[in-house]
Protein backbone atom coordinates (compact mmCIF):
# COMPACT_ATOMS: atom_id res chain seq x y z
CA UNK A 1 0.00 0.00 0.00
CA UNK A 2 2.89 2.14 1.11
CA UNK A 3 4.23 1.74 -2.52
CA UNK A 4 1.44 2.40 -4.24
CA UNK A 5 1.28 6.06 -2.93
CA UNK A 6 5.02 6.87 -3.19
CA UNK A 7 4.77 5.69 -7.23
CA UNK A 8 1.36 7.97 -7.04
CA UNK A 9 3.32 10.80 -5.30
CA UNK A 10 6.01 10.26 -7.96
CA UNK A 11 3.71 11.11 -10.99
CA UNK A 12 2.59 14.53 -9.15
CA UNK A 13 4.38 17.52 -10.71
CA UNK A 14 5.89 17.64 -7.05
CA UNK A 15 7.20 14.59 -7.38
CA UNK A 16 8.16 15.02 -11.10
CA UNK A 17 10.61 18.22 -9.92
CA UNK A 18 12.22 16.54 -6.85
CA UNK A 19 13.36 13.28 -9.48
CA UNK A 20 14.44 16.45 -11.54
CA UNK A 21 16.45 17.67 -8.85
CA UNK A 22 17.82 14.25 -7.59
CA UNK A 23 19.10 13.29 -11.40
CA UNK A 24 21.24 16.51 -11.60
CA UNK A 25 22.56 16.17 -8.59
CA UNK A 26 23.66 12.86 -9.33
CA UNK A 27 24.95 13.89 -12.80
CA UNK A 28 26.72 16.85 -11.48
CA UNK A 29 29.94 15.21 -9.98
CA UNK A 30 30.46 12.70 -12.77
CA UNK A 31 29.93 15.53 -15.41
CA UNK A 32 32.75 17.95 -13.83
CA UNK A 33 34.77 14.91 -13.81
CA UNK A 34 34.34 14.16 -17.59
CA UNK A 35 34.32 17.78 -18.30
CA UNK A 36 37.43 18.14 -16.72
CA UNK A 37 39.52 15.25 -18.28
CA UNK A 38 38.48 16.09 -21.91
CA UNK A 39 39.25 19.96 -21.42
CA UNK A 40 42.76 19.21 -20.18
CA UNK A 41 43.51 16.55 -23.33
CA UNK A 42 41.90 19.67 -25.35
CA UNK A 43 44.00 22.35 -24.16
CA UNK A 44 47.14 20.03 -24.63
CA UNK A 45 46.40 18.70 -28.22
CA UNK A 46 45.72 22.16 -29.34
CA UNK A 47 48.62 23.79 -27.97
CA UNK A 48 50.77 20.98 -29.22
CA UNK A 49 49.51 21.53 -32.92
CA UNK A 50 49.93 24.93 -32.24
CA UNK A 51 53.88 24.56 -31.97
CA UNK A 52 53.87 22.20 -34.71
CA UNK A 53 52.25 24.63 -37.07
CA UNK A 54 55.05 27.07 -35.60
CA UNK A 55 57.80 25.35 -36.47
CA UNK A 56 56.89 24.35 -39.88
CA UNK A 57 56.59 20.40 -38.49
CA UNK A 58 52.89 19.42 -39.31
CA UNK A 59 54.20 19.70 -43.12
CA UNK A 60 56.57 16.87 -42.72
CA UNK A 61 53.72 14.52 -42.15
CA UNK A 62 51.71 15.46 -45.08
CA UNK A 63 55.09 15.52 -47.32
CA UNK A 64 55.02 12.08 -46.26
CA UNK A 65 51.90 10.72 -47.23
CA UNK A 66 51.49 13.09 -50.00
CA UNK A 67 52.63 10.40 -53.16
CA UNK A 68 49.48 7.96 -51.81
CA UNK A 69 47.36 10.94 -52.49
CA UNK A 70 47.84 10.78 -56.02
CA UNK A 71 46.51 7.32 -56.29
CA UNK A 72 43.13 8.38 -54.21
CA UNK A 73 42.44 11.15 -56.77
CA UNK A 74 43.72 13.96 -55.19
CA UNK A 75 46.85 16.14 -55.39
CA UNK A 76 49.54 15.59 -53.71
CA UNK A 77 48.92 19.15 -51.20
CA UNK A 78 45.71 17.46 -50.00
CA UNK A 79 47.76 15.76 -47.64
CA UNK A 80 48.08 18.57 -45.61
CA UNK A 81 44.42 19.38 -45.45
CA UNK A 82 44.33 15.55 -44.34
CA UNK A 83 47.07 15.69 -41.61
CA UNK A 84 45.73 18.87 -40.26
CA UNK A 85 42.36 17.29 -39.65
CA UNK A 86 43.90 14.52 -38.78
CA UNK A 87 45.39 15.56 -35.75
CA UNK A 88 43.12 18.92 -35.22
CA UNK A 89 39.75 18.58 -36.66
CA UNK A 90 37.45 19.57 -39.47
CA UNK A 91 37.58 23.05 -39.37
CA UNK A 92 41.00 23.26 -39.50
CA UNK A 93 41.24 20.75 -42.74
CA UNK A 94 38.91 23.22 -44.59
CA UNK A 95 40.63 25.62 -43.78
CA UNK A 96 43.70 24.24 -45.22
CA UNK A 97 41.68 22.54 -48.40
CA UNK A 98 39.98 26.21 -48.97
CA UNK A 99 43.39 27.62 -50.60
CA UNK A 100 43.59 24.14 -52.90
CA UNK A 101 40.92 24.66 -55.00
CA UNK A 102 39.63 21.64 -55.21
CA UNK A 103 37.01 20.69 -57.47
CA UNK A 104 33.29 18.56 -56.38
CA UNK A 105 34.95 14.83 -56.72
CA UNK A 106 38.33 15.68 -55.18
CA UNK A 107 36.60 17.67 -52.24
CA UNK A 108 33.91 15.22 -51.74
CA UNK A 109 36.88 12.17 -51.39
CA UNK A 110 38.80 14.16 -49.20
CA UNK A 111 36.48 15.04 -47.27
CA UNK A 112 35.00 11.34 -46.77
CA UNK A 113 38.75 11.15 -44.97
CA UNK A 114 38.56 14.14 -42.64
CA UNK A 115 35.25 12.48 -41.50
CA UNK A 116 36.73 9.29 -40.97
CA UNK A 117 39.62 10.46 -38.94
CA UNK A 118 39.27 13.84 -37.92
CA UNK A 119 40.46 14.62 -34.18
CA UNK A 120 42.36 11.69 -33.66
CA UNK A 121 44.08 12.13 -30.55
CA UNK A 122 40.84 13.83 -28.86
CA UNK A 123 38.49 11.77 -29.92
CA UNK A 124 40.57 8.37 -29.42
CA UNK A 125 40.79 8.67 -26.05
CA UNK A 126 37.15 9.04 -25.33
CA UNK A 127 36.84 5.96 -26.98
CA UNK A 128 39.22 4.28 -24.78
CA UNK A 129 38.31 6.01 -21.56
CA UNK A 130 34.82 4.35 -22.57
CA UNK A 131 36.14 0.85 -22.74
CA UNK A 132 37.55 -0.08 -26.55
CA UNK A 133 41.18 -0.29 -27.92
CA UNK A 134 42.87 2.76 -28.59
CA UNK A 135 44.98 1.14 -30.99
CA UNK A 136 42.16 -0.38 -32.82
CA UNK A 137 40.14 2.57 -32.68
CA UNK A 138 43.20 4.13 -34.78
CA UNK A 139 43.59 1.14 -37.09
CA UNK A 140 39.75 1.36 -38.18
CA UNK A 141 39.37 4.73 -38.40
CA UNK A 142 42.86 5.40 -40.26
CA UNK A 143 42.30 2.17 -42.78
CA UNK A 144 38.93 3.64 -43.28
CA UNK A 145 39.99 6.81 -44.51
CA UNK A 146 42.48 5.54 -47.06
CA UNK A 147 39.97 2.46 -48.29
CA UNK A 148 36.66 4.48 -48.55
CA UNK A 149 38.86 7.05 -50.65
CA UNK A 150 40.09 3.94 -53.15
CA UNK A 151 36.97 2.90 -53.45
CA UNK A 152 35.47 6.58 -54.37
CA UNK A 153 38.34 7.31 -56.86
CA UNK A 154 37.17 4.26 -59.03
CA UNK A 155 33.58 4.95 -59.15
CA UNK A 156 32.88 8.77 -58.66
CA UNK A 157 33.22 10.16 -62.36
CA UNK A 158 35.67 12.69 -63.14
CA UNK A 159 39.39 12.55 -63.05
CA UNK A 160 42.05 13.99 -60.71
CA UNK A 161 42.68 18.18 -61.49
CA UNK A 162 45.27 19.53 -59.89
CA UNK A 163 45.73 21.89 -57.00
CA UNK A 164 46.13 25.31 -57.94
CA UNK A 165 46.89 26.63 -54.64
CA UNK A 166 49.29 29.37 -53.37
CA UNK A 167 52.78 28.39 -53.86
CA UNK A 168 54.63 30.40 -51.18
CA UNK A 169 53.39 30.27 -47.04
CA UNK A 170 52.88 33.40 -45.21
CA UNK A 171 55.50 33.74 -42.08
CA UNK A 172 53.83 32.67 -39.00
CA UNK A 173 54.05 34.97 -35.83
CA UNK A 174 54.07 33.20 -32.47
CA UNK A 175 52.67 36.46 -30.51
CA UNK A 176 49.51 36.51 -32.66
CA UNK A 177 49.04 32.53 -32.78
CA UNK A 178 48.97 32.14 -29.29
CA UNK A 179 46.21 34.89 -28.65
CA UNK A 180 44.13 33.49 -31.43
CA UNK A 181 45.02 29.88 -29.65
CA UNK A 182 44.16 31.70 -26.52
CA UNK A 183 40.56 32.89 -27.77
CA UNK A 184 39.26 30.07 -29.56
CA UNK A 185 40.16 27.64 -26.68
CA UNK A 186 38.47 29.33 -24.27
CA UNK A 187 35.33 29.63 -26.51
CA UNK A 188 35.93 25.87 -27.01
CA UNK A 189 36.02 25.08 -23.75
CA UNK A 190 33.01 27.15 -22.40
CA UNK A 191 30.68 25.48 -25.48
CA UNK A 192 32.01 22.04 -24.40
CA UNK A 193 31.32 22.38 -20.47
CA UNK A 194 28.09 23.46 -21.37
CA UNK A 195 27.11 20.49 -23.76
CA UNK A 196 28.98 17.67 -21.55
CA UNK A 197 26.41 19.20 -18.44
CA UNK A 198 23.30 19.16 -20.24
CA UNK A 199 24.25 16.25 -21.98
CA UNK A 200 24.74 13.88 -18.93
CA UNK A 201 21.35 15.66 -17.20
CA UNK A 202 19.21 15.12 -20.54
CA UNK A 203 20.66 11.21 -20.52
CA UNK A 204 19.65 10.61 -16.83
CA UNK A 205 16.01 12.50 -17.45
CA UNK A 206 15.43 10.39 -19.96
CA UNK A 207 16.10 7.09 -18.65
CA UNK A 208 14.34 8.41 -15.13
CA UNK A 209 11.16 9.23 -17.58
CA UNK A 210 11.36 5.99 -19.50
CA UNK A 211 11.85 8.04 -22.88
CA UNK A 212 15.21 5.91 -23.79
CA UNK A 213 13.21 2.51 -24.32
CA UNK A 214 11.33 4.45 -26.42
CA UNK A 215 14.00 5.76 -28.51
CA UNK A 216 15.25 2.00 -28.37
CA UNK A 217 12.21 1.04 -29.75
CA UNK A 218 11.90 3.07 -32.81
CA UNK A 219 15.54 3.14 -33.69
CA UNK A 220 15.87 -0.76 -33.47
CA UNK A 221 15.46 -1.84 -37.30
CA UNK A 222 17.94 0.94 -38.02
CA UNK A 223 20.79 -0.12 -35.70
CA UNK A 224 19.79 -4.05 -35.96
CA UNK A 225 20.78 -3.59 -40.21
CA UNK A 226 23.74 -1.75 -39.38
CA UNK A 227 24.64 -4.74 -36.41
CA UNK A 228 24.25 -2.21 -33.29
CA UNK A 229 22.33 -3.26 -30.42
CA UNK A 230 18.76 -1.02 -29.51
CA UNK A 231 19.85 -0.45 -26.15
CA UNK A 232 23.11 1.66 -27.63
CA UNK A 233 20.48 3.94 -29.60
CA UNK A 234 20.89 6.71 -27.36
CA UNK A 235 24.82 6.87 -27.40
CA UNK A 236 24.13 6.49 -31.53
CA UNK A 237 21.94 9.40 -31.91
CA UNK A 238 24.70 11.62 -29.49
CA UNK A 239 27.56 10.29 -31.79
CA UNK A 240 25.43 11.06 -34.94
CA UNK A 241 24.58 14.74 -34.04
CA UNK A 242 27.28 16.04 -31.94
CA UNK A 243 30.09 13.68 -32.40
CA UNK A 244 32.47 12.11 -30.17
CA UNK A 245 34.14 14.58 -28.07
CA UNK A 246 30.85 16.36 -27.02
CA UNK A 247 29.32 13.22 -25.92
CA UNK A 248 32.12 12.02 -24.14
CA UNK A 249 30.34 11.91 -20.54
CA UNK A 250 27.29 10.05 -21.55
CA UNK A 251 29.69 7.36 -23.59
CA UNK A 252 31.88 7.01 -20.63
CA UNK A 253 29.24 7.17 -17.71
CA UNK A 254 27.05 4.61 -19.98
CA UNK A 255 30.43 2.23 -20.24
CA UNK A 256 31.16 2.43 -16.79
CA UNK A 257 27.15 1.62 -15.47
CA UNK A 258 27.29 -1.86 -16.50
CA UNK A 259 23.98 -1.44 -18.62
CA UNK A 260 26.38 -1.84 -21.81
CA UNK A 261 28.08 -4.64 -22.17
CA UNK A 262 32.25 -4.61 -23.39
CA UNK A 263 31.40 -5.98 -26.48
CA UNK A 264 28.31 -3.56 -27.09
CA UNK A 265 30.60 -0.84 -26.33
CA UNK A 266 33.45 -2.26 -29.05
CA UNK A 267 30.45 -2.42 -31.58
CA UNK A 268 29.19 0.93 -31.04
CA UNK A 269 32.39 2.60 -31.08
CA UNK A 270 33.43 0.66 -34.04
CA UNK A 271 30.64 2.31 -35.80
CA UNK A 272 30.62 6.03 -34.45
CA UNK A 273 34.84 5.95 -34.75
CA UNK A 274 34.01 6.58 -38.47
CA UNK A 275 30.58 7.38 -38.59
CA UNK A 276 29.79 10.44 -36.15
CA UNK A 277 29.17 14.14 -36.22
CA UNK A 278 26.79 13.54 -39.19
CA UNK A 279 24.82 17.11 -38.41
CA UNK A 280 27.21 20.12 -38.37
CA UNK A 281 30.59 18.39 -39.93
CA UNK A 282 28.83 17.12 -42.76
CA UNK A 283 26.65 20.32 -43.09
CA UNK A 284 30.60 21.86 -43.17
CA UNK A 285 32.30 20.17 -45.39
CA UNK A 286 28.94 19.94 -48.24
CA UNK A 287 29.57 23.75 -47.66
CA UNK A 288 32.41 24.00 -49.37
CA UNK A 289 31.74 21.19 -51.96
CA UNK A 290 31.67 17.51 -50.66
CA UNK A 291 28.55 15.67 -51.73
CA UNK A 292 26.42 15.03 -48.62
CA UNK A 293 24.86 11.90 -49.77
CA UNK A 294 27.97 10.20 -50.27
CA UNK A 295 29.75 11.86 -47.49
CA UNK A 296 26.95 9.99 -44.83
CA UNK A 297 26.13 6.74 -47.11
CA UNK A 298 29.26 5.92 -47.93
CA UNK A 299 30.82 5.87 -44.19
CA UNK A 300 27.29 4.52 -43.00
CA UNK A 301 28.14 1.34 -45.45
CA UNK A 302 31.69 1.33 -44.28
CA UNK A 303 30.53 1.39 -40.34
CA UNK A 304 28.19 -1.46 -41.30
CA UNK A 305 30.44 -3.86 -42.87
CA UNK A 306 33.14 -3.53 -39.85
CA UNK A 307 30.57 -4.18 -37.56
CA UNK A 308 29.24 -7.29 -38.85
CA UNK A 309 33.24 -8.02 -39.45
CA UNK A 310 33.54 -7.47 -35.62
CA UNK A 311 30.28 -9.43 -34.53
CA UNK A 312 31.93 -12.58 -36.65
CA UNK A 313 35.19 -12.10 -35.17
CA UNK A 314 33.37 -12.06 -31.85
CA UNK A 315 31.38 -15.19 -32.77
CA UNK A 316 34.28 -17.11 -33.80
CA UNK A 317 36.51 -16.22 -30.88
CA UNK A 318 33.57 -17.34 -28.23
CA UNK A 319 33.03 -20.79 -29.91
CA UNK A 320 37.05 -21.28 -29.35
CA UNK A 321 37.10 -20.40 -26.04
CA UNK A 322 34.18 -22.84 -25.36
Same mark, same amino acid.
Given at each position: ??????????????????????????????????????????????????????????????????????????????????????????????????????????????????????????????????????????????????????????????????????????? =?????????????????????????????????????????????????????????????????????? =?????????????????????????????????????????????????????? =???????????????????????????
Amino acid at each position: MENTESQERAKTPQGNGRRVVRCIKEVFPIATKTALWIIKITVGVSLAILFLKYFNILPLFSDFISPVFNHLGLPGEAALAYVTGYFVNVYAAISVAASLELDVRAMTILSVMVLCSHNMITETAVQKKSGSSAVRIVLVRTFSAFFLAFVLNRFLPGEVIPASGAEGEEA =LLLGPMLREWAVSTLWLILKMGVLIYSLSIMQKLLAEFGVIRLISKFLKPLLALFGLPARTSLLWIVANI =LGLAYGAAIMIQESRSGKISRNDIDLLNTHISIAHSNFEDLFLLSSVGGIWYVL =LLSRWLMAMVLVWLQRLEIFVADKIRR
